[in-house]
């Protein structure tokens, strides 16, 4: 019970500070679905998920809430992704874009999208180069199931994230895109602060992993 109240605390301070123009998703990845419940119930709506599995089975039992893809998605998943997430921030390829596309129409939805763009040129993280962005927002552009509506990024570890939330929302203005997806629980306020217009908060909402 003592949990639960903390998290329902811990929702209603950040959404007190949370711009009105910013989107707040829960990142709920390995979260059980008691905790989701509580933060539904404190006003969140809008969960963001890693895992297909995971998070279809959540999305299953509330699909009252906004649902949120925000790992790496495996191509051979898209059908099932599709039919449960309204919103991916994490398109990186052209391959991706076509699957997601194509399962969206076979399933008659339009699923909100995002381009995440690997800024900093990190091995180990997924998103396209800035190089390679235009050709993937053009190609985006022309989807007829998909929506594009803006960027993802996640900056490196242990360093100043302001130049790259700044490099985003310069990129985004210069595309004509109005959605930036960039903050997490320890940088949010940064990155509200250079335009973001969605936040993945886990740690900030439901308190650290065990």
Partial sequence: MIK??????????????TPKNVRLI?????????????AFQAGITHFGENYVQEGTQKAA??????????GKLQTNKANQAVEFFAVFH?????KLLN???????????????????????????????????????KAAKHAKHLKLVGLMTLPPQNQDP?????????????????????????DWQHATAHGATDI????AIFGQRK
């Fill in 61 to 70: 039992q509330l699909p009252e809430a906004t649902w949120h893809f925000i």
């Fill in 4 to 17: 639960f109240l903390a998290l329902q605390h811990n929702c209603k301070n950040v959404l007190a500070q």
């Fill in 200 to 203: 993945r908060l886990g740690e």
């Fill in 26 to 38: 829960a990142a709920s990845k390995t979260r059980t679905l008691a905790e989701v419940r509580a």
């Fill in 99 to 137: 699957k997601l596309d194509h399962a969206a129409a076979k399933l008659g939805k339009t699923p909100e999208i995002y381009i995440q763009v690997n800024i900093a040129h990190e091995a180990q993280k997924a998103g396209c180069s800035i190089a390679e962005l235009p050709d993937l927002i």
């Fill in 162 to 186: 302001a130049p790259y939330f700044k490099t985003l929302a310069n990129l985004a203005a210069n595309h004509g895109l109005k959605r930036l997806s960039m903050g997490t629980s320890g």
């Fill in 90 to 94: 994490t398109v990186d390829t052209l």
